[in-house]
């Protein structure tokens, strides 16, 4: 079978061994959902290879004018109130002021406390009023239950009616204090682990450097060049169909990227995993409950237009919104799911050489992994998933660092988060590959996702709800597996040869039909 007009070994897709365990459904009751688990029982092997579509659904991206709303740290777009509400912990706030102050500042987030407080306290005087008029209306209705004379049923009636009207007024008053309390406190960003760095990206620190730089006794080539050599990868025409930073895969380019696909994906499963592919196209509240900002100047959101949707720059957001307004069972948890799916970001303001190629582009293929667990296990679970991402690069060869990234380099939903670097020879520095983020409880309040303990919440004999714990929120933790195009990048230029071929790595050998060199395509 040839490529590009050379002859090559002929391409057998390698029957890959399935799995040493089977998917059972378990329903849960409680949060009318289907949950996966795993049991580890033996099932017939069988061949595997997956396969991902790239057909999507045209869709016109834009960014409508709007005040700046740039991060989830900045705020939404003035005036317009949130159609959702997060499960704020204001007592909580109130009585942390000065560490939420202090968070809010080490983070260089804009949110305004003090605007939040104050706002607060306004809605629970507004609250006490309404409550007020409606004890009162409620008087004037039960009094005219009984015997009246006529004029003293007139004066009833007409002081009922002014209740309802001075009543009404204040509930819209309320909605609308509640809505601009919303949008405030939603600008708040979640607190900060205590061993994260204090200040910007260059205050990160390393935790873990793997490996040397290889030394190369040739001239070497960045993966524009050698893709060009290879004939893997065509820019020019997608920058006629779609624009720039976008790309067409060509050859093995393409073999190796469901290779990469299906390796991550089989080494993840096997870890407990369950893998999921994800609506690419999801509503917009769900988008902002996950802690990213939708629309304004400079989001990296594509939304549609004439519609409340967007498409997905991670599937952490579809993966999210799967739970979404329901309480689990504990003994369900964790919940870990590995999610394939194509992500879309506008990279807004990303320019110059230190992105070219495939390093940021508008389009890529992902695998993200993400957990729904208890609160006492969250920071366990964000050491298992750095240690997933470590021992896939080490698999295949790289040379990285992880690190503990600073708190200015945070965004809004993250406790704290652990990046990767690997080494590119060929841009001649070490380029981001992934990140895993402990989200704690930010997401969770947001998107209404909370568990209930099968415990009992005392001895007290009584039957019904009232015995049940009460449901605490979970929390989340999200982890890149794989992003292939940078991925591609440093098999690319760490694997490069003399002669201009590239080696694969051993591992994705048997998932790319047993290739295990990309030489120069012969004319």
Known sequence: ?????????????AAIPSPSFSFRSVFNPLSKTILYRHSHTQRPQAPLFFVKGFSVSAVQATSPAAPKATSPDEKGIVGVKPQWKAAIDFKWIRENKDAVAANINKRN???????????????LNLQKEV?????????????????????????LIEEGKNLKEGLLTLEEDLLKLTGELQQEAQCIPNMTHPDVPIGGEDSSTVRKTVGSPREFNFPIKDHLQLGKDLDLFDFDAAAEVSGSKFYYLKNEAVM???????????????????????PEIVRSSVVEKCGFQPRGANTQVYSIEGSDQCLIGTAEIPVGGIHMDSILSASVLPLKYVAVSHCFRTEAGAAGSATRGLYRVHQFSKLEMFILCQPEESDFYHEELIKIEEDLFSSLGLHYKTLDMASGD????????????????GLARFGEISSASNCT??????????????????????????????PQFVHTLNATACAVPRMIVCLLENNQQEDGSVVIPEPLRPFMGGIELIQPKSR
């Open 410 to 425: 945070l965004g809004a939903p993250a406790y704290r988060k652990f990046d990767i670097e690997a080494w590119m020879p």
């Open 109 to 123: 987030s804009n949110a305004n406390l003090e605007l939040v407080l104050q706002l607060h306290n306004q809605m």
């Open 131 to 155: 409550e007020r008029l409606r004890a009162e209306r409620n008087a004037v209705a039960n009094k005219m239950k009984g015997k009246l004379e006529p004029s003293e049923r007139q004066k």
């Open 1 to 13: 079978m040839g490529f590009g007009g050379t002859t090559l070994q002929t391409l057998k897709l």
């Open 441 to 470: 409880d930010y997401q969770s309040r947001r998107l209404g996702i909370r568990y209930r303990s099968s415990e009992p919440a005392s001895t007290n004999p009584k039957k019904g709800k009232g015995n049940l714990s009460p």
């Open 256 to 278: 190796l990227e469901m290779g990469l696909i299906n390796w991550t994906l089989l080494e993840v499963m096997k870890r407990g995993f369950t893998p999921l592919t994800t």
